[in-house]
C-alpha cells in the first residue's frame, strides 16, 4: 500500500519528550481485512451522485463528506490514482463547491449545519489538507491552497479569546459550535479538538496557519482538565464539571500530533481514560463511536512500549498498548458489523458510525501523517 509522505512543518508548540515516539505500525492484520474491505465497498455505494455522504434526515453533509472521504484516502487511494479515486474526487469537488469567501468550509445555510457549521469547517480542513499534498493539477492545487489559507484563518477569527484563571495572562482559545462573535464567545472541548486537527493537518501539508490558535487551543485544553485528569465539556461559566472520557482520549490524540509524549498532562489524562474507557479488553463499547474514534488514535499512538515509558513503575500485566486495545475492540467490530457492511445504531446514523469504525480499523496502515506515530 502506498504511503503519503508529506514533511511535517517544523517548530512543535509543546515541548518534546526525551523519548521519541514510537516507530510506524504495520499493515491492518488480516482477520479485519476484509470487515474493512466490506466497510470501504458500503460507503463507496452509498455516496451521492454529487459526491457527498450525509447523516440520518440529511444532516451534516459537510462533516460526513469529510469523514467518508478521509476513510477512502487511509485505504491509499488518492485523488489521482487507486480503487477509490473517483469518490475521493467527488468528495472533494463537493467541499470545495462549498467553500465561503470568508474561508468557512461549508455553509451555515445548508440544512443540517446551521448551528454547529464549525464541526463540518474542521473536518472538512482535515480532509482537504490530506488531499492537497497529492493533488497536482495546477489550478486546482492552487485554488486549494487558498481555500486552506483561508480556512485556516476562518478558524482563528471564529476563536474564543479567554485567559487562564491560573494567572489571569496565558491566551486561552476554544471553539464552539458557531464562530466566537455568533456565539457568544462560547467554546467546548468537542469543536475545539476538531479545529485542532484540521488546522494540524494544513500545517503538515505545507498550509501557513495562524501558530498562536493550535498553542492557544493546547493551553484551553490544560485549563479545562480538572482535578481527576478529564477535560471537562467547557471553560463557559468559569469551568468546572466532571471529565468527559471522549473529550480526554481526544486530547491525548492532539498531545501526540502536537510532539507531547511525556508530559505530566498526557500522564493524567491517560490515567483518566484508563479509569473510565478501559484498554485491557474492559472497556466501554456500544454506542461510545466517538469516544473510540479518538481513543483509538491515542492507543494507536502509544504503541507496544508507551506505557512503560508513561509510568515505568507499573507491572505488564496492568500496561495498556495498542495490540490488547486493538484486539478488544476490532473483535467487537467484526461481530458487530453488518452483512452489508456497515454498522447501525445512535442517532447520525450508519455513514457516521462506519466511518469512524473504518478510520479506526485502518490506523495500522500509516498512510495520512496527521495518524502517523
Known sequence: MRKLLVPLALGALVALAPWSPPSRGEEIPKEYQETLKKGLSWMARNQSKDGHWEAVGGQYPITMTALGGMVMLMEGSTIREGKYRDNIRRAVDFLMSRCQANGMIGNPNIPGEAGRYMYGHGFGMLFLSCVYGEEEEGDRRRKLEEILVRAGKFSRDAQTRRFSTKDNKTALGGWGYVSA???????????????????RAARNAGIAVPPESIKEALAYLDESTNAQGGVIYSLGGGGGGDGRPALTAAAIACGFSAGDYNSPLIKKWFRFCQNNIGGLGNQRFGHDEYTHYYYAQAMYSLGEDGWARLFPETKEADRLSWSKYRKFTFDYLVRTQGADGSWTGGHVGPVFITAVHLTMLQLDSGVLPIYQR
Open 181 to 199: 462573535k455568533e456565539g457568544n464567545n462560547f467554546d467546548e472541548g468537542s469543536v475545539t479538538i476538531t479545529q485542532v486537527q484540521g488546522l
